[in-house]
């Protein structure tokens, strides 16, 4: 018990487990509230008029497509033309019709609208009879918040790795790690007094992440439950095999870096090309897909699906486990 106190007081000195901590947490809220925000006006047409020169009926009409400022002086409106971080197209007349001025550096979009504008001007009479059909502005961010917000929980999920990978790389550095070499402690007690920190951090960071994301039943709430605690255990036990392997801080860092890409990559790939078959099979071998296959059943409605994804981390939990138990005890028999 007092190891698991030490331990615990270590984690809460550490800046670099606070932040992996408290970062997906910060990501889930940015992403829950970003979906009620509108950007449809970074995608619309800003115009700017020289004051006096275009007649009111022209101004009236360029308004119907986008805001029209009107500036003072020729300078004035050239400067904010060219002004890199705006989209603003310049507009002055041109005996009866319009010409336009762009910097060259908006989006292609832009460009478009500023060289079809004149010819639409000309046509505005034809223009007027034809019957316009209004279609609703698909949510681009609430499209793609059915990949980030599991993506998020992934990460939240897999924190535990880094916290006992770091752990344990720092323990070598200060010169705790012969200490515990010699002390009279089993492999399972050592297991547990390292699992428990990095199970217990990503746990409670999972929980939250998803109380913010996501908003289920109690029997679907429990499967999460159940996805997360075993993530968590299986993220800590590859945590322990991390820093184990680590021979220095950056040694680690790069061995971290692999990992959580590795856990992002895999699921990530198989949803957006849509993996299925033997392959689908083989991607399972990384313990992440199969909790993203969860997260992604569970918001789907689809709970069936959420307990094969829970029976096969499972599966990698007593493999992890028993693997790490049999090294230490070998190593045990050699050192003896």
């Not at 809460?12 to 990501?27: A, E, G, I, Q, W």
Request: glycine fraction near 8%; charged fraction near 15%.
């Amino acid at each position: 018990m007092k190891g698991l106190k030490y331990q615990m007081k270590s984690v809460l000195r550490d800046k670099f487990c606070l932040m992996t901590f408290l970062l997906p947490v910060l990501v889930a809220v940015a992403l829950h509230f970003m979906g009620s925000i509108d950007m449809s006006s970074l995608g619309e047409l800003h115009f700017g008029v020289l004051e006096n020169d275009l007649p009111l009926q022209a101004v009236t009409w360029l308004e119907r497509y986008g805001p029209v400022t009107a500036y003072a002086t020729l300078d004035d409106l050239t400067a904010a033309v060219n002004e890199p971080s705006t989209n603003v197209i310049g507009v002055r007349m041109d005996g009866e019709s319009l010409k336009t001025a762009i910097a060259g550096d908006e989006l292609d979009i832009f460009q478009q609208a500023a060289a079809t504008l004149p010819t639409l001007y000309e046509q505005r009479n034809a223009a007027e009879q034809v019957e316009v059909l209004t279609l609703e502005r698909p949510d681009i961010l609430e499209s793609l918040q059915g990949i980030f917000i599991p993506a998020v929980l992934i990460v939240a999920m897999f924190m535990g790795c880094t916290f006992n990978a770091m752990n344990i790389i720092s323990e070598k550095e200060d010169g705790v790690a012969f200490v515990n070499e010699i002390l009279p402690m089993t492999p399972s007690q050592y297991i547990l007094q390292k699992v428990v920190v990095g199970f217990l951090f990503g746990s409670l960071s999972s929980i939250i992440t998803a109380a913010i994301c996501f908003h289920l039943s109690w029997k679907n709430f429990g499967i999460m439950l159940a996805l997360i605690a075993l993530s968590s255990f299986v993220a800590a036990m590859i945590g322990l095999f991390t820093g184990k392997l680590s021979d220095g801080l950056m040694t680690g860092v790069v061995y971290i870096k692999i990992v959580m890409l590795l856990f992002l990559a895999v699921p990530l790939v198989c949803a957006l090309v849509g993996v299925s078959g033997p392959i689908a099979v083989v991607c399972n071998i990384v313990p992440s897909q199969p909790a993203f296959e969860g997260i992604m059943a569970l918001s789907a409605g689809n709970a069936g699906a959420a307990v094969k994804d829970v029976g096969i981390l499972a599966v990698h939990c007593i493999t992890w486990f028993a693997l790490y138990v049999l090294i230490s005890a070998r190593r045990k028999v050699q050192v003896a």
